[in-house]
């Protein structure tokens, strides 16, 4: 199937230790996505990559390092993780041609983090 | 910054009612506006969207309407199902250091009862 996906599906980690979400899409799109959704649903973007470039970084603590091998993968490594890590991390993607501002994004089942 | 306002939850609805579920947005520009949705232990999925000042979107018997005069990008729908029960988010597109950055409302959950 043609989709966003993202592993592991639940991560539960304890304080410290560093972790790694991986996504992966296969719709052929050039810009990708990490957005976290908090406890009351709020969704935010944290970075966009396209071509495997980083354009979007909102301010998100330098604990977070998201690495893009290729067009088609965009990993999230978090470092020395804290309770208020914990959320949905959701990987997405668009393609990024003409007007762009319409363009749909895709998005991944999402991880939940359990930061214990 | 662009930001997005959505009614606050939760939504509680009999099935075959009428929904709406009111959002409004700031922005600088002209922003596309959009409805996602969030089913139960999912990723979200894009329910329709407007591109322009007096578009419709539809899908699945929801509407909405892009108002630039009042900011508006309401979701309807005339009548509900129970598989409606999600939680609904309204967006607009900006465009940031030449990227498309959705900013999201706060999310409705829509329940309904049979």
């Known amino acids: 199937d043609t989709a966003v996906s993202q592993t592991p599906k639940y991560l539960v980690t304890q304080m410290g230790n560093d972790k790694s979400i991986k996504c992966e899409q296969n719709?052929?799109?050039?810009?990708m996505y990490w957005y976290k959704q908090d406890s009351k649903k709020f969704l935010k973007i944290m970075f966009s990559?396209?071509?495997?470039?980083?354009?979007i970084n909102e301010t998100v603590p330098n604990r977070f390092s998201p690495k893009s091998p290729d067009k088609a993968h965009l990993n999230l490594h978090i470092n020395s993780l804290e309770l208020g890590d914990s959320a949905v991390y959701f990987c997405a993607s668009s393609q990024t041609t003409g007007a762009i501002s319409y363009n749909e994004q895709f998005f991944g089942p999402g991880t939940r983090l359990t930061v214990l | 910054g662009d930001s997005v306002t959505q009614m606050e939850g939760p939504v509680t609805l009999s099935e075959e009612a009428f929904l709406t579920i009111n959002c409004t947005y700031t922005?600088?520009?002209?922003?596309?506006l959009f409805w996602y949705v969030q089913y139960p232990g999912e990723g979200l999925q894009l329910l329709l969207k407007a591109t322009k000042a007096d578009d419709k979107g539809s899908n699945k018997g929801f509407e909405a309407t892009y108002r630039k005069e009042t900011t508006s990008f309401h979701l309807e729908k005339g009548s509900v199902q129970v598989s409606d029960s999600a939680v609904y988010f309204c967006?607009?597109?900006?465009?940031?250091?030449?990227?498309?950055?959705?900013?999201f409302g706060q999310g409705t959950r829509l329940t309904i009862n049979p």
């Open positions: 990559y396209n071509n495997k470039e980083l354009i």
């Open positions: 922005a600088t520009g002209y922003p596309s």
């Open positions: 719709l052929g799109h050039d810009t």
């Open positions: 967006a607009l597109s900006d465009y940031l250091q030449g990227a498309q950055k959705l900013v």
